[in-house]
């Protein structure tokens, strides 16, 4: 029999003991014991407190103490380890991992871990802070697992969460399996419930092991509230502002995970009924930037985007004069909120026949950014049923301030009715609608012009 412990000098509270014993040691020697340990994690990876409305918190949280235990058995060729138990300490809520793991060496070392949880609070545990989106307290949380493995073993990770916090929000059923092989990390099985009722299926591989960052592979995404999955998954509510669909969702694409970006492409997607293709590149730094293709036969903008109508609206026809005569409404001032945000967007579409939920559009080519405030449109281009074709390119600087910048534009109009469902887009007031209407019998007509803002000539109004 023996017992053996070792403290930690460069973190007070980590501390390492087994005791056991050994057992025909003539024969065949076999080790039978058990296995304890208190690791204080690291307080310098802990969130810095932060002032909420001037005031100072009292106290730094606390960093969490993690206490181990298990049995342990063994022989020259295989370890057991049964009843593990991993529970935090100073982490609020009492929280605890069960499981066992077997190590086997005659040919090379291989690792087989289980573990399972009914609850754990990842966002402390991770030690997250409050900007950090969920998807990297995930990745932190992931990549403190991986580390309990050898780096040169061949391992498999089986994990089992019924419940967590992640991201300020409850998530369940987490299902997680991965496999190391020859310095390789493959994500076999990650199944998880997400906020808006969204069910998560993601296998793949990483190439940075160690900090588990480099993800590549396949993602299948289902949910029934596209904003608040966006507002949760990014934790940015410009996000879901700019978004705002409360509908359900469905996407499937080739993921990679970055640093500080996420890629998703080769998409297919059903988004509020409407099926449709395209790409979606999002990353994080000094300032926030989204991207977005769509594609598609037939996109209903209404369902899968309902803000965009007025944002585009706002963006191709809103002046100074009818802000002046209106006032913004909420959907008009979206470019304005856009360019006064930390986000920079940038959205390409490509349809068929584009449902705006007013005068549908046909062979529709958008391609615009909002990048800092600055308003580049590479290429607005539409039909409508009436024979309308539009076209406009431009670009514009401080949107949300004074704006100046080109526009150029050209509208051809084919007969009245072409005409007529040019101005209805154009949404004017009452008044100016009724004058407008009268030009809308000069048609046929073909209308090219350029407009500067921000230039003023002398003598002009």
Known sequence: RFKASVRDRAKRGSTYSVNGRFSDLKGQPRLEGEVTAKLQLDPAQMPKAQAEDGVMPLRQAEA?????????????????????????????????????????????????????????????????????????????????????????????????????????????????????????????????????????????????VEKARGFQGELALRGTSLARFLNWASNDPAVAEAVRNEGPFSVQGRLRLGKSSIELTDVGAEIGGTPLSGEVRYSTGERTRLAVVLEGHEIDATQIWPGAVGYLKGMLFASAADDAAKGETEDAGGPRRLANSEIDMTLRVKAGKLLTGGQPLGDVNIDVTIDQGRLLMSAVKFVTDDGLAFELEGDVADVAGKPHGVLRWVVAAPAPSAASAFIRLLDLSEDRNNVAMRFADLAPLRIAGTISLGDRNDGTA
């Open 64 to 208: 969490p103490l993690v206490d181990f235990k298990a049995n342990i058995a063994g022989d020259a060729k295989r370890l057991e380890l049964d009843d593990i138990s991993i529970s935090f300490e100073s982490v609020g809520q009492p929280q605890l991992i069960v499981g066992g793991a077997q190590a086997t060496w005659a040919d090379a070392l291989s690792i087989d871990l289980n573990l399972s949880s009914r609850w754990l609070d990842l966002d402390r545990i991770a030690v997250s802070s409050a900007s950090q989106s969920p998807f990297d307290t995930a990745r932190d949380f992931l990549s403190a697992l991986l580390q309990a493995l050898p780096a040169e073993a061949d391992s498999k990770l089986r994990f089992d969460l019924d419940q967590a916090n992640l991201g300020g929000e409850a998530v369940s059923g987490i299902r997680l399996e991965v496999a190391r092989s020859k310095g390789m990390l493959f994500v076999k099985d990650l199944r998880a419930n997400l906020p808006g009722g969204a069910r998560l299926a993601l296998d793949g591989t990483v190439a940075d």
